[in-house]
């Protein structure tokens, strides 16, 4: 006998329940698709933040750190002390060798009473020095510039100055006694110095004011024993 669905045909693989099986597979495999996209984001995601901050570091490792300026003025601090302190050593040398004769000029020093008596100093600076009291005794001054130097109780007895600019400088009781100033330049403090006597003044430079009272002086006299030459006629005095 047979039952009752005996008559009726019974579903294959491919009938119903293979339906809802396919169904149940496809949908599973579009939630695995989705995760995986899901998943590839989230990778793409820390990718890019990763190359962010990998960049930023470089980044931040190639900017100069104030921490080692700071460690290194000290060392700059040393280095300009050594700087200073040689400099001031250079300085002393080369005043030493200016008193020689040699070395560097003496602008703005001060040498008073320094002895540069018979020494050879043509051509040197004494622009703005304070001399009071130098001895330039029978030195060779020639060319050398005193410009607005100051001079009082300075000894050029029997210099040979030719040339030499003697202008806005203070030579109040200063010795000119037997100087060679031919063609040099003067000031009003010519009228200043303790003596002129035997001195000669060829083709001096000096202000018509003040050669009119030098002229007026008793010391304005002699004849100078190195050119030989009459202290009034160099002034032209009349």
Do not use: W
Not at 170 to 189: P, V
Request: net charge neutral.
């Amino acid at each position: 006998m047979r039952g009752p669905h005996d008559g009726e045909a019974r579903p294959r693989g491919g009938g119903e329940g293979g339906g809802i099986a396919s169904v149940v597979v496809g949908r599973d495999e579009s939630y695995r698709g989705g995760d995986c996209r899901v998943v590839e984001d989230i990778h793409a995601e820390r990718r890019r933040r990763s190359s962010f901050s990998s960049s930023s570091s470089s980044s931040g490792r190639s900017r100069p750190r104030r921490r080692s300026v700071v460690s290194s003025s000290p060392a700059a601090a040393a280095v300009a002390v050594a700087a200073t302190v040689l400099l001031l050593l250079l300085g002393d040398a080369g005043s030493s060798l200016a008193v020689s004769g040699g070395g560097l000029d003496y602008a703005g020093s001060d040498i008073t009473g320094r002895d540069f008596g018979n020494g050879d100093y043509k051509g040197k600076d004494f622009t703005q020095t304070i001399a009071k009291a130098a001895n330039f005794a029978k030195s060779n001054l020639q060319g050398c510039r005193f410009y607005k130097a100051y001079l009082v109780n300075a000894n050029f007895e029997g210099a040979d100055a030719r040339g030499a600019s003697f202008e806005d400088t203070s030579m109040d009781n200063a010795n000119l006694r037997n100087i060679i100033a031919a063609g040099s330049y003067f000031g009003q403090s010519l009228l200043d110095v303790q003596s002129l006597e035997g001195g000669d003044f060829t083709d001096a430079q000096i202000p018509t004011k003040t050669l009119k009272l030098v002229c007026d002086r008793e010391d304005a006299k002699g004849t100078n024993p190195t050119t030989g030459v009459d202290t009034r006629e160099s002034l032209m005095c009349l």
